[in-house]
Protein backbone atom coordinates (compact mmCIF):
# COMPACT_ATOMS: atom_id res chain seq x y z
CA UNK A 1 0.00 0.00 0.00
CA UNK A 2 1.40 3.64 -0.98
CA UNK A 3 1.53 6.19 2.15
CA UNK A 4 1.94 9.92 1.94
CA UNK A 5 3.39 11.27 5.17
CA UNK A 6 3.27 14.63 6.13
CA UNK A 7 4.46 16.14 9.36
CA UNK A 8 3.92 18.64 12.28
CA UNK A 9 5.49 19.98 15.36
CA UNK A 10 4.15 21.21 17.74
CA UNK A 11 4.92 21.72 21.97
CA UNK A 12 4.09 19.54 24.46
CA UNK A 13 1.89 20.57 27.29
CA UNK A 14 -1.14 19.78 28.79
CA UNK A 15 -4.42 22.43 28.97
CA UNK A 16 -7.47 21.60 30.91
CA UNK A 17 -9.53 23.89 28.87
CA UNK A 18 -8.72 20.72 26.15
CA UNK A 19 -10.66 18.43 27.95
CA UNK A 20 -13.63 20.95 27.95
CA UNK A 21 -13.28 20.75 23.77
CA UNK A 22 -14.87 18.12 23.08
CA UNK A 23 -18.77 19.11 24.23
CA UNK A 24 -18.33 22.51 22.73
CA UNK A 25 -18.60 20.66 19.12
CA UNK A 26 -21.17 21.99 16.80
CA UNK A 27 -23.50 20.65 15.80
CA UNK A 28 -23.27 18.13 18.44
CA UNK A 29 -21.69 14.53 17.55
CA UNK A 30 -24.12 11.35 17.89
CA UNK A 31 -22.17 10.04 20.04
CA UNK A 32 -18.84 11.16 22.06
CA UNK A 33 -16.75 8.74 24.72
CA UNK A 34 -14.02 10.28 26.50
CA UNK A 35 -10.85 8.61 28.31
CA UNK A 36 -8.15 9.72 31.01
CA UNK A 37 -5.57 11.18 28.99
CA UNK A 38 -4.33 13.19 26.24
CA UNK A 39 -2.44 12.99 23.00
CA UNK A 40 0.57 15.91 23.09
CA UNK A 41 2.12 16.60 20.63
CA UNK A 42 5.75 16.47 21.29
CA UNK A 43 7.55 15.47 18.27
CA UNK A 44 6.53 14.93 14.93
CA UNK A 45 3.07 13.51 13.94
CA UNK A 46 2.64 12.44 10.81
CA UNK A 47 -0.59 12.16 8.49
CA UNK A 48 -1.02 8.40 7.19
CA UNK A 49 -2.74 8.51 3.83
CA UNK A 50 -3.44 5.70 0.89
CA UNK A 51 -2.24 7.40 -2.46
CA UNK A 52 -4.35 4.41 -4.12
CA UNK A 53 -7.35 5.57 -2.66
CA UNK A 54 -8.73 8.46 -3.95
CA UNK A 55 -11.08 9.59 -1.05
CA UNK A 56 -8.25 9.75 0.91
CA UNK A 57 -6.37 11.79 -1.58
CA UNK A 58 -8.72 14.40 -1.99
CA UNK A 59 -8.25 15.21 2.08
CA UNK A 60 -4.57 16.12 1.61
CA UNK A 61 -4.41 19.68 0.64
CA UNK A 62 -7.45 20.08 3.60
CA UNK A 63 -4.91 18.47 6.10
CA UNK A 64 -2.08 20.40 4.78
CA UNK A 65 -4.15 23.80 4.89
CA UNK A 66 -5.04 22.61 8.57
CA UNK A 67 -1.22 22.24 9.63
CA UNK A 68 -0.28 25.38 8.22
CA UNK A 69 -3.09 27.50 10.20
CA UNK A 70 -1.28 25.82 13.27
CA UNK A 71 1.48 27.93 12.51
CA UNK A 72 3.93 25.57 12.10
CA UNK A 73 5.89 24.17 8.76
CA UNK A 74 5.18 20.97 7.21
CA UNK A 75 7.98 18.60 6.92
CA UNK A 76 8.69 16.20 4.29
CA UNK A 77 10.96 13.95 6.06
CA UNK A 78 9.20 10.49 6.66
CA UNK A 79 8.98 9.24 10.27
CA UNK A 80 5.89 6.60 10.96
CA UNK A 81 7.47 5.66 14.06
CA UNK A 82 4.78 6.72 17.15
CA UNK A 83 1.54 8.62 17.14
CA UNK A 84 -0.11 9.30 13.53
CA UNK A 85 -3.06 11.19 12.21
CA UNK A 86 -4.62 7.94 10.03
CA UNK A 87 -7.25 7.51 7.92
CA UNK A 88 -8.85 4.51 7.31
CA UNK A 89 -10.98 3.64 4.61
CA UNK A 90 -14.28 1.13 5.60
CA UNK A 91 -13.52 -1.71 3.24
CA UNK A 92 -17.22 -2.49 4.48
CA UNK A 93 -19.02 0.39 3.91
CA UNK A 94 -20.62 0.79 7.82
CA UNK A 95 -24.20 1.60 6.45
CA UNK A 96 -24.57 3.38 10.02
CA UNK A 97 -21.99 6.16 8.67
CA UNK A 98 -23.35 5.98 5.47
CA UNK A 99 -21.31 9.04 2.77
CA UNK A 100 -20.99 11.47 5.56
CA UNK A 101 -20.41 10.23 8.95
CA UNK A 102 -17.21 9.28 10.45
CA UNK A 103 -15.61 7.42 13.31
CA UNK A 104 -13.12 9.57 15.49
CA UNK A 105 -10.56 8.36 17.74
CA UNK A 106 -7.72 9.76 20.08
CA UNK A 107 -5.55 7.72 21.86
CA UNK A 108 -1.83 7.09 22.53
CA UNK A 109 -1.07 6.13 19.00
CA UNK A 110 -2.42 9.48 17.37
CA UNK A 111 -5.51 10.52 15.94
CA UNK A 112 -7.44 7.87 13.61
CA UNK A 113 -10.40 8.83 11.02
CA UNK A 114 -12.14 6.04 10.10
CA UNK A 115 -15.25 6.48 6.50
CA UNK A 116 -16.65 5.23 3.60
CA UNK A 117 -16.20 7.99 1.43
CA UNK A 118 -14.94 11.71 1.47
CA UNK A 119 -17.58 13.18 3.07
CA UNK A 120 -16.85 11.37 6.37
CA UNK A 121 -13.59 12.28 6.23
CA UNK A 122 -14.56 15.98 5.45
CA UNK A 123 -16.49 16.06 8.13
CA UNK A 124 -14.38 14.66 10.65
CA UNK A 125 -11.52 17.05 9.89
CA UNK A 126 -14.42 19.80 10.78
CA UNK A 127 -14.49 18.14 14.09
CA UNK A 128 -11.18 17.89 14.77
CA UNK A 129 -10.49 21.91 14.40
CA UNK A 130 -13.31 22.17 16.92
CA UNK A 131 -11.10 20.10 19.26
CA UNK A 132 -8.23 22.21 18.62
CA UNK A 133 -7.61 25.79 20.79
CA UNK A 134 -9.30 28.64 19.28
CA UNK A 135 -5.73 30.25 18.98
CA UNK A 136 -3.55 27.28 18.34
CA UNK A 137 -0.33 29.89 18.11
CA UNK A 138 -0.69 31.26 22.01
CA UNK A 139 -1.50 27.50 23.08
CA UNK A 140 -0.14 24.32 24.06
CA UNK A 141 -1.94 21.75 22.55
CA UNK A 142 -2.78 18.51 24.16
CA UNK A 143 -6.16 16.54 22.95
CA UNK A 144 -8.05 14.71 24.95
CA UNK A 145 -8.51 10.83 24.51
CA UNK A 146 -12.33 10.35 23.28
CA UNK A 147 -14.09 7.91 20.80
CA UNK A 148 -16.96 10.46 18.43
CA UNK A 149 -19.32 7.84 16.71
CA UNK A 150 -20.74 10.81 14.00
CA UNK A 151 -23.54 11.11 11.28
CA UNK A 152 -26.03 13.17 9.89
CA UNK A 153 -29.78 13.10 11.02
CA UNK A 154 -30.54 14.28 7.30
CA UNK A 155 -28.88 14.50 4.07
CA UNK A 156 -30.02 17.91 3.31
CA UNK A 157 -28.72 20.59 5.34
CA UNK A 158 -28.59 23.66 3.36
CA UNK A 159 -28.24 27.36 3.53
CA UNK A 160 -29.67 29.85 0.85
CA UNK A 161 -27.63 32.78 -0.61
CA UNK A 162 -29.77 35.51 -2.37
CA UNK A 163 -27.02 37.60 -4.39
CA UNK A 164 -30.31 39.21 -6.85
CA UNK A 165 -30.61 41.83 -4.18
CA UNK A 166 -27.42 42.21 -3.87
CA UNK A 167 -24.14 40.84 -6.03
CA UNK A 168 -21.63 38.70 -4.15
CA UNK A 169 -18.41 38.44 -6.10
CA UNK A 170 -17.04 34.63 -6.53
CA UNK A 171 -14.37 35.08 -3.47
CA UNK A 172 -17.86 36.44 -1.61
CA UNK A 173 -19.71 33.32 -2.27
CA UNK A 174 -16.30 31.01 -1.57
CA UNK A 175 -16.08 32.48 1.69
CA UNK A 176 -19.64 31.79 2.33
CA UNK A 177 -19.13 28.19 1.71
CA UNK A 178 -15.63 27.76 3.51
CA UNK A 179 -17.80 29.01 6.65
CA UNK A 180 -20.43 26.83 6.63
CA UNK A 181 -18.52 23.66 5.98
CA UNK A 182 -17.09 23.97 9.20
CA UNK A 183 -20.22 23.43 10.61
CA UNK A 184 -21.46 20.80 8.74
CA UNK A 185 -23.97 22.14 6.45
CA UNK A 186 -23.73 20.28 2.70
CA UNK A 187 -25.73 21.87 0.40
CA UNK A 188 -25.65 25.88 -1.00
CA UNK A 189 -28.86 26.63 -2.59
CA UNK A 190 -27.92 29.80 -4.81
CA UNK A 191 -30.82 31.84 -5.42
CA UNK A 192 -29.52 33.48 -9.20
CA UNK A 193 -32.45 35.22 -10.38
CA UNK A 194 -35.11 37.96 -9.32
CA UNK A 195 -37.09 41.03 -9.94
CA UNK A 196 -33.59 42.77 -8.47
CA UNK A 197 -30.90 41.26 -11.20
CA UNK A 198 -30.40 38.38 -13.32
CA UNK A 199 -26.84 36.34 -12.13
CA UNK A 200 -25.56 33.95 -13.98
CA UNK A 201 -24.75 33.97 -18.06
CA UNK A 202 -26.75 32.39 -20.34
CA UNK A 203 -25.00 32.74 -23.90
CA UNK A 204 -27.75 31.76 -25.89
CA UNK A 205 -29.68 34.96 -24.52
CA UNK A 206 -26.74 37.71 -24.07
CA UNK A 207 -29.79 40.57 -22.89
CA UNK A 208 -29.77 38.53 -19.33
CA UNK A 209 -26.64 40.02 -18.67
CA UNK A 210 -26.00 42.70 -20.72
CA UNK A 211 -29.82 43.97 -19.89
CA UNK A 212 -31.26 41.88 -16.49
CA UNK A 213 -27.94 41.82 -14.50
CA UNK A 214 -27.85 45.77 -14.05
CA UNK A 215 -30.02 48.70 -12.11
CA UNK A 216 -30.03 52.35 -11.07
CA UNK A 217 -27.81 52.11 -8.19
CA UNK A 218 -30.23 53.16 -4.86
CA UNK A 219 -28.61 53.38 -1.34
CA UNK A 220 -31.10 52.60 2.25
CA UNK A 221 -33.79 50.07 2.95
CA UNK A 222 -35.86 48.38 -0.16
CA UNK A 223 -39.41 49.94 -0.38
CA UNK A 224 -40.81 53.58 -0.61
CA UNK A 225 -37.63 54.94 -0.23
CA UNK A 226 -36.02 54.05 -3.50
CA UNK A 227 -37.32 56.03 -5.99
CA UNK A 228 -38.00 54.30 -9.79
CA UNK A 229 -35.02 54.56 -12.29
CA UNK A 230 -35.29 58.25 -14.11
CA UNK A 231 -35.77 58.91 -17.81
CA UNK A 232 -32.76 58.16 -18.95
CA UNK A 233 -30.78 57.16 -15.77
CA UNK A 234 -27.72 54.10 -16.20
CA UNK A 235 -28.29 51.52 -14.52
CA UNK A 236 -24.58 50.32 -12.92
CA UNK A 237 -25.33 48.74 -10.05
CA UNK A 238 -25.06 44.87 -10.35
CA UNK A 239 -23.24 42.18 -11.60
CA UNK A 240 -23.35 38.38 -13.08
CA UNK A 241 -21.62 34.89 -12.79
CA UNK A 242 -19.62 33.78 -16.00
CA UNK A 243 -19.58 29.81 -17.07
CA UNK A 244 -16.51 29.77 -15.78
CA UNK A 245 -16.81 31.60 -12.58
CA UNK A 246 -19.72 29.51 -12.15
CA UNK A 247 -17.63 26.12 -12.65
CA UNK A 248 -14.72 27.44 -10.33
CA UNK A 249 -17.45 27.54 -7.24
CA UNK A 250 -18.95 24.11 -7.63
CA UNK A 251 -15.45 22.98 -8.27
CA UNK A 252 -14.78 24.90 -4.80
CA UNK A 253 -17.62 23.41 -3.33
CA UNK A 254 -17.50 19.93 -4.24
CA UNK A 255 -14.04 19.63 -2.50
CA UNK A 256 -15.88 20.58 0.61
CA UNK A 257 -18.51 17.93 0.85
CA UNK A 258 -21.05 20.70 -1.07
CA UNK A 259 -23.73 20.53 -3.31
CA UNK A 260 -24.30 23.73 -5.35
CA UNK A 261 -28.67 23.73 -6.16
CA UNK A 262 -29.20 26.63 -8.52
CA UNK A 263 -32.31 28.52 -8.27
CA UNK A 264 -33.88 30.23 -11.36
CA UNK A 265 -36.95 31.72 -10.14
CA UNK A 266 -40.06 31.77 -12.43
CA UNK A 267 -43.01 32.43 -13.17
CA UNK A 268 -43.10 35.37 -11.00
CA UNK A 269 -39.98 37.27 -9.48
CA UNK A 270 -39.07 38.02 -13.30
CA UNK A 271 -38.77 41.51 -13.68
CA UNK A 272 -35.36 41.52 -14.51
CA UNK A 273 -36.25 38.66 -17.09
CA UNK A 274 -38.67 41.17 -18.86
CA UNK A 275 -36.57 44.02 -18.17
CA UNK A 276 -34.20 42.01 -20.83
CA UNK A 277 -37.08 40.60 -22.93
CA UNK A 278 -40.55 42.20 -22.32
CA UNK A 279 -42.40 40.28 -25.03
CA UNK A 280 -41.73 37.52 -22.70
CA UNK A 281 -44.80 38.95 -20.20
CA UNK A 282 -48.82 39.14 -20.89
CA UNK A 283 -49.15 43.00 -21.72
CA UNK A 284 -45.16 42.89 -23.44
CA UNK A 285 -44.67 46.51 -22.42
CA UNK A 286 -40.68 48.19 -21.50
CA UNK A 287 -40.13 46.88 -18.15
CA UNK A 288 -36.70 47.64 -16.32
CA UNK A 289 -34.73 45.51 -12.92
CA UNK A 290 -36.15 46.67 -10.14
CA UNK A 291 -33.72 48.89 -7.95
CA UNK A 292 -35.71 47.84 -4.79
CA UNK A 293 -38.35 50.28 -5.06
CA UNK A 294 -41.80 49.45 -4.10
CA UNK A 295 -43.93 47.94 -6.88
CA UNK A 296 -46.18 45.82 -4.71
CA UNK A 297 -48.94 46.36 -2.10
CA UNK A 298 -49.11 43.72 0.45
CA UNK A 299 -52.12 43.23 2.82
CA UNK A 300 -50.99 41.71 5.71
CA UNK A 301 -52.84 38.43 5.05
CA UNK A 302 -50.46 36.89 2.46
CA UNK A 303 -52.31 37.86 -0.41
CA UNK A 304 -50.51 40.95 -2.34
CA UNK A 305 -50.61 43.27 -5.99
CA UNK A 306 -47.88 43.73 -8.22
CA UNK A 307 -48.40 47.13 -9.58
CA UNK A 308 -45.74 46.72 -11.79
CA UNK A 309 -45.84 43.31 -14.19
CA UNK A 310 -43.00 40.66 -13.18
CA UNK A 311 -44.34 37.56 -14.05
CA UNK A 312 -44.07 35.24 -17.36
CA UNK A 313 -46.64 34.52 -19.72
CA UNK A 314 -47.82 30.76 -19.01
CA UNK A 315 -49.58 30.63 -22.43
CA UNK A 316 -46.71 32.30 -24.41
CA UNK A 317 -44.62 29.31 -26.57
CA UNK A 318 -41.56 31.85 -26.52
CA UNK A 319 -41.39 31.47 -23.13
CA UNK A 320 -41.11 27.67 -22.62
CA UNK A 321 -38.41 28.29 -25.60
CA UNK A 322 -36.45 30.62 -23.23
CA UNK A 323 -36.94 28.23 -20.30
CA UNK A 324 -35.65 25.09 -22.23
CA UNK A 325 -32.71 27.86 -23.25
CA UNK A 326 -31.73 28.67 -19.82
CA UNK A 327 -32.32 25.55 -18.26
CA UNK A 328 -30.27 23.56 -21.09
CA UNK A 329 -27.29 25.74 -19.89
CA UNK A 330 -27.62 25.43 -16.19
CA UNK A 331 -27.80 21.35 -16.50
CA UNK A 332 -25.08 21.94 -18.17
CA UNK A 333 -23.05 24.22 -15.68
CA UNK A 334 -24.29 21.95 -12.54
CA UNK A 335 -23.89 18.57 -11.69
CA UNK A 336 -26.21 18.14 -9.00
CA UNK A 337 -29.72 16.44 -9.31
CA UNK A 338 -31.63 19.04 -8.64
CA UNK A 339 -32.66 22.37 -10.26
CA UNK A 340 -34.56 24.86 -8.04
CA UNK A 341 -37.19 26.68 -10.49
CA UNK A 342 -38.77 29.07 -7.04
CA UNK A 343 -42.52 29.18 -8.12
CA UNK A 344 -43.29 31.45 -5.01
CA UNK A 345 -45.21 34.72 -4.68
CA UNK A 346 -46.64 34.69 -8.29
CA UNK A 347 -49.35 36.99 -8.77
CA UNK A 348 -51.17 36.33 -11.35
CA UNK A 349 -53.93 39.71 -11.41
CA UNK A 350 -52.30 40.12 -15.14
CA UNK A 351 -53.42 36.84 -16.37
CA UNK A 352 -56.88 37.48 -14.83
CA UNK A 353 -56.83 40.57 -16.41
CA UNK A 354 -55.54 39.20 -20.37
CA UNK A 355 -58.56 38.29 -22.40
CA UNK A 356 -55.55 36.24 -24.65
CA UNK A 357 -55.19 34.33 -21.53
CA UNK A 358 -58.38 33.41 -20.74
CA UNK A 359 -59.40 32.52 -24.12
CA UNK A 360 -56.12 30.21 -23.73
CA UNK A 361 -57.12 28.86 -20.35
CA UNK A 362 -61.18 28.32 -21.88
CA UNK A 363 -59.63 26.65 -25.04
CA UNK A 364 -57.14 24.34 -22.99
CA UNK A 365 -60.03 23.42 -20.06
CA UNK A 366 -57.80 25.13 -17.36
CA UNK A 367 -60.23 25.69 -14.60
CA UNK A 368 -58.74 28.89 -12.56
CA UNK A 369 -54.81 30.77 -12.53
CA UNK A 370 -54.32 28.57 -9.87
CA UNK A 371 -53.85 25.38 -12.63
CA UNK A 372 -52.58 27.84 -15.14
CA UNK A 373 -49.33 28.11 -12.34
CA UNK A 374 -50.05 24.20 -12.46
CA UNK A 375 -49.87 24.22 -16.46
CA UNK A 376 -46.49 26.27 -15.69
CA UNK A 377 -44.93 24.10 -13.68
CA UNK A 378 -45.35 21.17 -15.61
CA UNK A 379 -43.90 22.05 -18.23
CA UNK A 380 -41.06 23.52 -17.04
CA UNK A 381 -40.49 19.93 -14.77
CA UNK A 382 -40.83 18.37 -18.57
CA UNK A 383 -38.03 20.40 -19.63
CA UNK A 384 -36.08 20.14 -16.54
CA UNK A 385 -36.82 16.21 -16.39
CA UNK A 386 -35.45 16.32 -19.95
CA UNK A 387 -31.90 17.59 -19.18
CA UNK A 388 -31.70 14.91 -16.69
CA UNK A 389 -32.50 16.62 -13.77
CA UNK A 390 -34.86 16.73 -11.02
CA UNK A 391 -37.60 19.53 -10.32
CA UNK A 392 -37.55 21.83 -6.76
CA UNK A 393 -40.04 24.92 -6.14
CA UNK A 394 -41.15 26.38 -3.25
CA UNK A 395 -44.40 25.55 -1.28
CA UNK A 396 -46.60 27.31 -3.88
CA UNK A 397 -46.11 24.91 -6.79
CA UNK A 398 -48.22 22.81 -4.85
CA UNK A 399 -51.05 24.82 -6.24
CA UNK A 400 -53.15 22.64 -8.67
CA UNK A 401 -51.86 19.37 -9.46
CA UNK A 402 -47.64 18.85 -9.25
CA UNK A 403 -45.85 16.17 -11.51
CA UNK A 404 -45.08 13.06 -9.06
CA UNK A 405 -41.12 13.59 -9.08
CA UNK A 406 -41.60 17.28 -7.98
CA UNK A 407 -39.62 17.88 -4.99
CA UNK A 408 -41.18 20.93 -2.77
CA UNK A 409 -39.27 23.17 -0.19
CA UNK A 410 -41.75 24.67 2.20
CA UNK A 411 -41.45 28.07 2.87
CA UNK A 412 -44.75 29.22 4.27
CA UNK A 413 -44.56 27.40 7.85
CA UNK A 414 -44.51 23.66 7.85
CA UNK A 415 -47.91 23.60 6.05
CA UNK A 416 -47.06 23.10 2.91
CA UNK A 417 -44.44 20.70 3.31
CA UNK A 418 -46.87 18.79 5.76
CA UNK A 419 -49.97 18.56 2.35
CA UNK A 420 -46.69 17.37 -0.26
CA UNK A 421 -45.27 14.82 2.15
CA UNK A 422 -49.15 13.23 2.56
CA UNK A 423 -49.25 13.35 -1.17
CA UNK A 424 -45.86 11.23 -1.56
CA UNK A 425 -43.96 14.39 -2.66
CA UNK A 426 -40.23 14.79 -1.14
CA UNK A 427 -40.15 18.06 0.81
CA UNK A 428 -36.91 19.95 2.07
CA UNK A 429 -38.19 22.17 5.70
CA UNK A 430 -37.49 25.76 5.89
CA UNK A 431 -39.99 27.51 7.10
CA UNK A 432 -39.81 31.37 8.14
CA UNK A 433 -40.76 30.31 11.86
CA UNK A 434 -37.83 28.99 12.41
CA UNK A 435 -35.41 29.55 9.17
CA UNK A 436 -35.19 33.01 7.87
CA UNK A 437 -31.86 34.65 8.97
CA UNK A 438 -32.67 38.01 7.08
CA UNK A 439 -35.51 38.43 9.94
CA UNK A 440 -33.96 40.80 13.12
CA UNK A 441 -32.11 38.72 15.44
CA UNK A 442 -32.16 40.35 18.76
CA UNK A 443 -33.43 43.39 20.12
CA UNK A 444 -34.78 45.81 17.77
CA UNK A 445 -33.61 49.22 19.99
CA UNK A 446 -29.88 47.87 18.57
CA UNK A 447 -30.35 45.49 15.57
CA UNK A 448 -32.00 46.45 11.69
CA UNK A 449 -35.97 46.37 11.84
CA UNK A 450 -37.26 43.81 9.19
CA UNK A 451 -40.90 42.41 8.87
CA UNK A 452 -40.50 39.63 11.52
CA UNK A 453 -38.22 38.65 14.80
CA UNK A 454 -36.14 35.44 14.33
CA UNK A 455 -34.47 34.83 17.69
CA UNK A 456 -31.48 31.75 18.21
CA UNK A 457 -33.31 30.37 20.55
CA UNK A 458 -36.69 30.46 17.93
CA UNK A 459 -34.39 28.75 15.31
CA UNK A 460 -32.91 26.43 17.70
CA UNK A 461 -36.29 24.87 17.96
CA UNK A 462 -36.42 23.80 14.17
CA UNK A 463 -38.14 20.67 14.13
CA UNK A 464 -37.95 18.96 10.01
CA UNK A 465 -40.37 16.26 10.54
CA UNK A 466 -43.82 17.04 11.89
CA UNK A 467 -46.53 14.92 14.10
CA UNK A 468 -47.94 12.35 11.19
CA UNK A 469 -45.59 12.46 8.42
CA UNK A 470 -43.19 9.84 7.00
CA UNK A 471 -39.90 10.59 8.41
CA UNK A 472 -38.62 9.16 5.05
CA UNK A 473 -40.16 11.85 2.75
CA UNK A 474 -37.95 14.68 4.46
CA UNK A 475 -34.82 15.20 2.91
CA UNK A 476 -33.76 17.85 5.58
CA UNK A 477 -34.30 21.88 6.20
CA UNK A 478 -32.09 24.74 4.83
CA UNK A 479 -31.78 28.27 6.36
CA UNK A 480 -32.38 31.29 3.61
CA UNK A 481 -31.21 34.74 3.77
CA UNK A 482 -32.24 37.12 1.35
CA UNK A 483 -30.61 40.32 0.94
CA UNK A 484 -32.92 42.99 0.61
CA UNK A 485 -30.99 44.74 3.64
CA UNK A 486 -27.93 42.60 3.50
CA UNK A 487 -25.25 44.92 1.15
CA UNK A 488 -22.14 42.94 1.58
CA UNK A 489 -20.65 39.61 2.86
CA UNK A 490 -19.74 40.84 6.29
CA UNK A 491 -23.37 41.85 7.07
CA UNK A 492 -24.26 38.71 5.20
CA UNK A 493 -22.07 36.62 7.93
CA UNK A 494 -23.07 39.02 11.18
CA UNK A 495 -27.12 37.52 10.00
CA UNK A 496 -26.18 34.17 9.17
CA UNK A 497 -24.11 33.61 12.20
CA UNK A 498 -24.96 32.44 15.35
CA UNK A 499 -28.40 31.20 13.42
CA UNK A 500 -27.37 28.91 11.23
CA UNK A 501 -25.31 26.92 13.68
CA UNK A 502 -28.88 26.24 15.68
CA UNK A 503 -29.74 25.59 11.77
CA UNK A 504 -27.21 22.99 11.92
CA UNK A 505 -27.40 21.09 14.71
CA UNK A 506 -31.12 20.47 14.32
CA UNK A 507 -30.00 19.06 10.82
CA UNK A 508 -27.46 16.68 12.49
CA UNK A 509 -27.77 16.05 15.42
CA UNK A 510 -30.42 13.57 16.83
CA UNK A 511 -33.23 15.35 17.81
CA UNK A 512 -33.22 13.81 21.43
CA UNK A 513 -29.19 15.21 22.20
CA UNK A 514 -30.51 18.58 21.39
CA UNK A 515 -30.49 20.84 24.74
CA UNK A 516 -30.90 24.67 24.25
CA UNK A 517 -28.68 25.56 27.09
CA UNK A 518 -26.06 23.35 26.47
CA UNK A 519 -25.95 25.02 22.96
CA UNK A 520 -25.67 27.96 24.32
CA UNK A 521 -22.47 27.51 26.29
CA UNK A 522 -21.32 25.92 22.86
CA UNK A 523 -22.00 29.46 20.97
CA UNK A 524 -20.50 31.03 23.42
CA UNK A 525 -17.07 29.36 22.74
CA UNK A 526 -17.85 29.69 19.07
CA UNK A 527 -17.98 33.50 19.19
CA UNK A 528 -14.23 33.31 20.05
CA UNK A 529 -13.18 30.97 17.15
CA UNK A 530 -15.41 33.46 15.02
CA UNK A 531 -13.39 36.20 16.19
CA UNK A 532 -10.28 34.70 16.02
CA UNK A 533 -11.02 34.31 12.43
CA UNK A 534 -12.16 38.21 12.56
CA UNK A 535 -15.57 37.51 11.62
CA UNK A 536 -18.20 39.70 12.97
CA UNK A 537 -21.24 37.63 14.32
CA UNK A 538 -24.51 38.30 16.06
CA UNK A 539 -24.22 38.22 19.88
CA UNK A 540 -27.70 39.14 20.68
CA UNK A 541 -28.16 36.32 23.21
CA UNK A 542 -25.87 38.54 25.74
CA UNK A 543 -28.40 41.18 25.53
CA UNK A 544 -31.42 40.81 27.79
CA UNK A 545 -34.97 39.59 26.21
CA UNK A 546 -37.79 42.33 27.18
CA UNK A 547 -41.26 41.51 27.24
CA UNK A 548 -44.16 44.01 28.42
CA UNK A 549 -47.55 42.22 29.46
CA UNK A 550 -50.52 44.15 29.39
CA UNK A 551 -52.35 43.72 32.35
CA UNK A 552 -55.22 45.35 34.25
CA UNK A 553 -53.46 47.48 36.69
CA UNK A 554 -50.44 48.87 33.71
CA UNK A 555 -48.00 47.64 31.99
CA UNK A 556 -45.82 44.78 33.56
CA UNK A 557 -41.78 44.14 32.26
CA UNK A 558 -40.31 40.88 32.23
CA UNK A 559 -36.15 40.42 31.48
CA UNK A 560 -34.62 37.17 30.69
CA UNK A 561 -31.10 36.34 29.84
CA UNK A 562 -30.54 33.42 27.67
CA UNK A 563 -26.36 32.76 28.82
CA UNK A 564 -26.05 30.76 32.54
CA UNK A 565 -24.27 32.72 34.79
CA UNK A 566 -25.41 36.23 33.74
CA UNK A 567 -27.44 38.95 35.66
CA UNK A 568 -29.60 41.36 34.37
CA UNK A 569 -29.41 45.31 35.78
CA UNK A 570 -31.81 48.47 34.86
CA UNK A 571 -32.71 51.58 35.19
CA UNK A 572 -35.91 53.75 35.17
CA UNK A 573 -34.76 56.75 36.30
CA UNK A 574 -32.60 57.79 33.39
CA UNK A 575 -29.96 56.75 35.81
CA UNK A 576 -26.22 56.18 34.77
CA UNK A 577 -23.38 53.81 35.56
CA UNK A 578 -25.61 50.04 35.26
CA UNK A 579 -23.23 48.17 36.96
CA UNK A 580 -24.74 50.25 39.67
CA UNK A 581 -28.32 50.23 38.96
CA UNK A 582 -31.33 47.49 39.81
CA UNK A 583 -30.35 43.93 40.24
CA UNK A 584 -33.82 42.39 38.14
CA UNK A 585 -35.46 39.32 39.71
CA UNK A 586 -39.21 39.39 39.07
CA UNK A 587 -41.31 40.81 36.53
CA UNK A 588 -42.78 44.30 37.71
CA UNK A 589 -45.22 47.36 36.79
CA UNK A 590 -43.80 49.71 34.80
CA UNK A 591 -44.05 53.27 36.50
CA UNK A 592 -45.46 56.60 35.16
CA UNK A 593 -43.74 59.07 33.59
CA UNK A 594 -41.08 59.87 30.64
CA UNK A 595 -38.29 58.13 30.89
CA UNK A 596 -35.87 55.14 29.02
CA UNK A 597 -35.66 52.27 30.69
CA UNK A 598 -31.85 50.95 30.31
CA UNK A 599 -30.84 47.23 31.00
CA UNK A 600 -27.49 45.43 30.16
CA UNK A 601 -26.25 41.94 30.92
CA UNK A 602 -23.00 41.47 33.52
CA UNK A 603 -20.60 38.73 34.32
CA UNK A 604 -18.59 39.16 37.28
CA UNK A 605 -19.53 42.41 37.19
CA UNK A 606 -18.55 43.31 34.01
CA UNK A 607 -20.85 44.17 31.53
CA UNK A 608 -21.01 41.26 28.36
CA UNK A 609 -23.47 42.96 26.30
CA UNK A 610 -24.87 46.02 24.88
CA UNK A 611 -26.59 48.13 26.15
CA UNK A 612 -30.72 48.90 25.55
CA UNK A 613 -31.62 52.17 25.76
CA UNK A 614 -35.73 52.11 25.01
CA UNK A 615 -38.39 54.93 25.63
CA UNK A 616 -40.87 53.93 27.53
CA UNK A 617 -43.40 54.90 25.25
CA UNK A 618 -42.13 52.49 22.85
CA UNK A 619 -41.91 49.58 25.57
CA UNK A 620 -45.90 50.70 26.14
CA UNK A 621 -46.04 49.73 22.10
CA UNK A 622 -44.85 45.83 22.76
CA UNK A 623 -47.20 45.41 25.38
CA UNK A 624 -49.62 42.27 24.67
Request: glycine share 8%; charged share 25%.
Amino acid sequence: MARKYLFLILCIGVCSQNRLQSQNIIPQPVSIATENGSLGFDSNLPVILDDNDQEQKRMEPHITNLYESLGVKVLSSPNANGAALRLINNKQANTKLGNEGYLLDINSMGISISANAFGGYFNALQTLKQLLPVNPSNNRIALPFLSIEDYPRFGWRGLMLDVSRHFFSVEDVKRYINQMVQYKFNVFHWHLTDDEGWRIEIKSLPKLTSVGAWRVERIGSFGEGRVFPKPGEKATYGGFYTHEQIKDVIAYAKERNVTVVPEIDMPGHCMAVLAAYPELSVNKTPKFVNPGSKFSEWYGDGTFKMLIENTLDPTNEKVYEFAEKVMTEVATLFPGEYIHMGGDECYKGYWEESKDVQAFMKKNKIKDVHDLQSYFVKRIEKIVKAKGKKLIGWDEILEGELPSDATVMSWRGMKGGIEAAHKGHKVVMSPTTFAYLDYTQGDRSVETNIYADLSLEKSYEFEPVPDGVNPSLILGGQANLWTEAIPHLDYAMYMTYPRALATSESLWTPASSKNWKKFVHRVEHHFDRFDNQQTTICKAIYDPVIQVKKKEDGNYLSLKSDVEGAEIRYSTDNTYPLERAALYNTEFRLPEGKYLLRTQLFRQGKPIGRMLTIPIDELIKRAK
